[in-house]
Nanobody, 123 residues
């Protein structure tokens, strides 16, 4: 059974930083592209960042370029999202997702999902 478990969310002031982590199990992690999505209240879910299975190709939403960094450790089955210079508009539930193909994550969605972790940025 595939499990994705996010951690690292919390409350932070604007301008601060958080590092989200996602622990994956039940899948051959190195075969999967990974992504971070977010959903704010009354807004559609959006892809924030994604990384290819080998860690050599990236995607970032325009709204987070230069502030967020996605990375992965295939030896530990982990994916991370380093979030710097946080803004109140970054407030959302952040979800980790996995799919065999980076293009699928970027264009549509993921096959497997975590339960999400809340990130709240105060002004």
């Amino acid at each position: 059974q595939v499990q994705l478990v996010e951690s690292g969310g919390g409350l932070v002031q604007a301008g601060g930083s958080l590092r989200l982590s996602c622990a994956a199990s039940g899948l051959t992690f190195s075969n999967y592209a990974m992504g971070w999505f977010r959903q704010a209240p009354e807004k559609e879910r959006e892809l924030v960042a994604a990384i290819s299975s080998g860690g050599d190709t990236y995607y970032y939403a325009d709204s987070v370029k230069g502030r967020f960094t996605i990375s992965r450790d295939n030896a530990k089955n982990m994916v991370y999202l380093q979030m710097n210079s946080l803004k109140p508009e970054d407030t959302a539930v952040y979800y980790c997702a996995a799919d065999r193909w980076l293009s699928v994550l970027v264009r549509t969605s993921g096959t497997y999902w975590g339960q999400g972790t809340q990130v709240t940025v105060s002004s």
